[in-house]
Nanobody, 121 residues
Framework: QVQLVESGGGLVQPGGSLRLSCAAS????????MGWYRQAPGKQRDLVAV???????NYADSVKGRFTISRDNAKNTVYLEMNSLKPEDTAVYYC???????????????WGQGTQVTVSS
């Protein structure tokens, strides 16, 4: 079992910044991709950004140039630096980790509990 603990959400004014963190712990041999998703009220959960094990990244068009995803492999932690925040960024943000429990075996996905980000004046 893998646990993901998220932190860093909150209330921020438009144009402000926040940094989200997500630390993974438990039965992990290796983490592959790590990502952030968000879900606004009444909407589906959408990909915000993802970072692979080699450091390559991919972003939703709506956050390109404003958000930066990074990871610390020694700490099994993924970060999301969010700048120039807009009201439409308001959502619950979830981290997702794709990992192996053993050197050989299936891949697993685990989700964080979610952290609320509210952008409002």
């Amino acid at each position: 079992q893998v646990q993901l603990v998220e932190s860093g959400g909150g209330l921020v004014q438009p144009g402000g910044s926040l940094r989200l963190s997500c630390a993974a712990s438990g039965s992990i041999f290796r983490i592959n991709a790590m990502g952030w998703y968000r879900q606004a009220p009444g909407k589906q959960r959408d990909l915000v950004a993802v970072i692979s094990s080699d450091g390559s990244t991919n972003y939703a068009d709506s956050v390109k140039g404003r958000f930066t995803i990074s990871r610390d492999n020694a700490k099994n932690t993924v970060y999301l630096e969010m700048n120039s925040l807009k009201p439409e960024d308001t959502a619950v943000y979830y981290c997702n980790v794709n990992y192996l429990r053993h050197e050989i075996g299936p891949r697993y996905n685990s989700w964080g509990q979610g952290t609320q980000v509210t952008v409002s004046s």
